[in-house]
Structure formats: C-alpha cells, structure tokens
C-alpha cells in the first residue's frame, strides 16, 4: 500500500488564515495591550497577549488540522485528518481529474486532485510543493508529487473514469 501525507491546504486558504489571524487577532490584541499600559486595566494585557499569541497559534493549528494521510493500493484511496476520515472505493468514482495551480505572493504552488463520487459529491485532494520545483511539473517530471503520481496511476488502472461523468 502506498502511503503519504499531504497538505490539503492550498496556500491561498493559509495565506487569508494568516491575514486574518495576524490582523484580527494580533491587531486587537496589541490594543489591548496598549489600552492596558495606558489604563492600567491588568485583565486588557492578559487578553491582548492572549490574542497576539492566538495570532501566531492559530495558523500553526489549522495546518495541523488539515494535513492528510493518504493510503492508496490501487483499489481504494484512504485518507485521514484529524477532521475527517474517508475510504473512497475507485471503482465507484465518477470522473477523477486534476489542476495544478501557481499562487502568486507565496512561496509554493499547488496540485488539485478532483475525485467525483458517485452521489456527486467532489473530495478534492490539495498537495502544495516549492515554486522552485513547478518547472519540473511543467516539464512533466511528477516524480518529487506523490499526489499526481497517484493519479497517473488510478488513470492508467481506470481510464474510462478520466475526462468522463463531468
């Protein structure tokens, strides 16, 4: 069975968590903190070094959260997150397809695996890798994405679910 973990976080959803994150939470709390060395109000300073750390805190967690254990044996993809859990039998898939996707303002790319159920549901499965290394995708070479080498496998095993059921 082959094994690997994926992100499943694109770097556009970990960028706006980080915005927010570091606007929302760091924001109010360094005027907390301020409120609370010019009121001197102590319960201000503790909420506020609460929010600053939650600024940081926060983004690390929902990294965490997401990040995927992939089983895959050529029949069945497994994967498992401390949110979810799901075994998706191929056999059963409508279409599976994928995309790659470059982001501007971040430091990696990302690949998009698109699997269709058959009651229309979409799981759709997120690998990010260095931006340094997408001219080797783009030249073909998928060897350093377990995730497209995935694919490329299921596609070979069933063709008949690639480019159909949209």
Request: proline share 3%.
């Amino acid at each position: 069975m082959n094994c690997f973990t994926i992100s499943n976080m694109s770097p556009f959803a970990f960028r706006a968590i980080i915005y927010f994150c570091g606007f929302g939470f760091g924001f109010f709390g360094l005027m907390l903190v301020m409120s609370a060395c010019i009121d001197r109000i102590a319960w201000h300073g503790v909420i506020g070094l609460i929010l600053i750390i939650a600024a940081f805190v926060v983004p690390l967690l929902a990294l965490k959260l997401v990040r995927t254990d992939v089983k895959y044996d050529g029949f069945t993809v497994k994967t498992d997150s401390r949110l979810k859990h799901r075994d998706i039998i191929l056999r059963d898939v409508r279409h599976i397809s994928y995309e790659f996707v470059t982001s501007r303002g971040s430091f990696s790319d990302a690949v998009h695996v698109y699997i269709k159920l058959d009651d229309y549901a979409t799981v759709t499965l997120t690998d990010t890798f260095p931006k340094e290394d997408s001219g080797r995708l783009v030249k073909g070479d998928r060897s350093f994405v377990p995730l497209l080498l995935m694919y490329d496998d299921i596609a070979e095993r069933y063709p008949e679910k690639v480019g159909a059921g949209e």
